[in-house]
T-cell receptor, first 114, second 112 residues
Framework: NAGVTQTPKFQVLKTGQSMTLQCAQDMNHEYMSWYRQDPGMGLRLIHYSVGAGITDQGEVPNGYNVSRSTTEDFPLRLLSAAPSQTSVYFC?????????????FGPGTRLTVT | DQQVKQNSPSLSVQEGRISILNCDYTNSMFDYFLWYKKYPAEGPTFLISISSIKDKNEDGRFTVFLNKSAKHLSLHIVPSQPGDSAVYFC???????????FGQGTTLQVKP
């Protein structure tokens, strides 16, 4: 099991560029989510999904899009990058509705927007 | 509106002593709570959890206490070891939505 994988590990974008952060898991987890980590702010939920075809907004969804066409993949799209989106992004997955809420995290993507 | 708060950004303890990390929450719909540990340049890893129907859960050196009336939980590490030095996040969730909300984190330093 690879667990939760994220690509790329590092990315530098110019303001206004778009990109997609990839996330995949091989644990057949229904629930997947994206967080960003900023100094002093902890981990903030961007978007989450409880299954293929179902997504919902978290605490800080503006400027980000997601889709969930398969159980395994949950990409995060930045439509027009802004310096405020400079952060470390983590993807996570877990089972859903089975009484266990432990989320497994990927290694993160460090994004810099100049 | 921060629903989960860790008011102490950092904590320093001596090896062998107890570390107590605290967390407060505001949403009474939260019915499960977790603690995560994070080393630099790695993703957070699960440490211990507690359901709202319990007030204590132990796993080896780690114990989580939940006080629902005060909307407060704490993580006790006894005895603390230098390898415990990391950032600790508490998180709270609702089984209705599956959403997990994290606190700001507390950096624990355990001195040899």
């Amino acid at each position: 099991n690879a667990g939760v994988t994220q690509t790329p590990k590092f990315q530098v974008l110019k303001t206004g560029q778009s990109m997609t952060l990839q996330c995949a898991q091989d644990m057949n987890h229904e629930y997947m989510s994206w967080y960003r980590q900023d100094p002093g702010m902890g981990l903030r939920l961007i978007h989450y999904s409880v299954g293929a075809g179902i997504t919902d907004q978290g605490e800080v969804p503006n400027g980000y899009n997601v889709s969930r066409s398969t159980t395994e993949d949950f990409p995060l799209r930045l439509l027009s990058a802004a310096p405020s989106q400079t952060s470390v992004y983590f993807c996570a997955s877990s089972t859903y509705g089975q009484g266990s809420y432990e989320q497994y995290f990927g290694p993160g993507t460090r994004l810099t927007v100049t | 509106d921060q629903q989960v708060k860790q008011n102490s950004p950092s904590l320093s303890v001596q090896e062998g002593r107890i570390s107590i990390l605290n967390c407060d929450y505001t949403n009474s719909m939260f019915d499960y709570f977790l603690w995560y540990k994070k080393y630099p340049a790695e993703g957070p890893t699960f440490l211990i959890s507690i359901s709202s129907i319990k007030d204590k859960n132990e796993d080896g050196r780690f114990t989580v206490f939940l006080n629902k009336s005060a909307k407060h939980l704490s993580l006790h590490i006894v005895p603390s070891q230098p390898g415990d030095s990391a950032v600790y996040f508490c998180a709270a969730g609702s089984s209705n939505t599956g959403k997990l909300i994290f606190g700001q984190g507390t950096t624990l330093q355990v001195k040899p």
